[in-house]
């Protein structure tokens, strides 16, 4: 791992070498994030851009060139990555933009981007000798992590809120993981996991912690760029919890800017709801991202519910170093999204990510991204995590008796 420089405190500035610290920063504490660091003349002199290209598998490691990974280290069998970047050509009209595209991370093995982060991180289990991995979620990144380790018979111990959807509560216990559902927030799942973690020398996935789960996350960025003939678009729309998803994005189009692989940064949008908006009010209000306290977070949208973003420090950076903005939007307006991205591309999203549709709406209304401007969208998990929700954003099917003459009495009254 020579292309591997080190860990840098996103704080402090502090580096420590990749065996020094484990997860954040020690000096600093919790928030302070470590952010991989590369020897970008390293890779520029052994990783050509073509090369990857003519990589007939189609998922994220086809990257592993560039990738904080071992060269011996197997990825796990599972094909995550390689998702679709969709055209989104009447989306792009309703919103008054010419160029649209959509990431449909919901067709990851186990249905989100999450599973970019877990296939990176129990990679990295393997490599420290885990006998054990565990994580904290809101639903995803447990399913993911679940799936994973199944795939490569590693056991994993998962905290989760018991409000998380059924879905994902059914997808860890039939990839066998053990499952703690926790009487609280995804806030407290988080604590309790770390701590026994740290405590019984488990290794530990979480968000924010994990120095090397954005480096799974960011190939989703490379994917967006590759798709695009590496053009890197304008601007680049997700939703925002704890605030991985959208640092791993950034450091993915850093990285390509570094090796010369794209010419320039797209702007990243933040899609919080507003229920569960400590990114977006501390970017609106100026606020150090380290200074932040906890809000009480409330939202349909459980990917993204988080009452202290455990990135925050990636997370603010990505946008204010892009240029970009954070935005917020109502759990009706994340509701209403649903259908809309559905019915005009044929991407069925979870709520958190119909979000980031809801967010570009407003985003774009707010006149912070142009019509002429070549915008991306990540939908970051798929609509079947949450049924519930998804049919809040929906009328009623019409019943009829099984005959003729009720069908067409029901084709009538729909206008068919
Ligand atoms: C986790 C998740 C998010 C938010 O990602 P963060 O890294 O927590 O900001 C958005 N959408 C879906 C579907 C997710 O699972
Ligand atoms: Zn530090």
Redesign the pocket.
Known sequence: MDHVTGLRCTVCGHDYGVSEAMYTCPACGEAATLDVQYDYDLLKSRVLRDEIASDPQGWMWRYRALLPVEPGSAPPPLTVGGTPLYPAPRLAADLGLRSLWVKDEGRNPTA???DRASAMAVVKAQEFGASLITTAS?G??AAALAGVTASVGMPALIFVPETAPPAKIAQLLVYGAKVILVKGTYDQAFDLCFAASQANGWYCRN?GINPYVGEG?KTAAYEVAEALGWDAPDVLA?????????GGQYKGFYDLLQLGWIERMPRLIGVQAEGSAALYTAWRDGIDPVAMQPIDAHTIAD??S?GL?R?RVK?MQAVRASGGAYVSVSDEEILAAIPHLAQSTGVFA?P??AAALAGLRKAVDAGLVEPGERVALLA??SGLKDITSARKSVGDAVTVEPALDAVYAAVDAMGV
């Open positions: 989100s981007l999450k809101t995803n990144a968000t996350k997700t939703s925002v919890g704890d605030g991985s998803i959208i990917s993204i988080a973003p990135d997370a979870e958190a990510g970051t998990g």
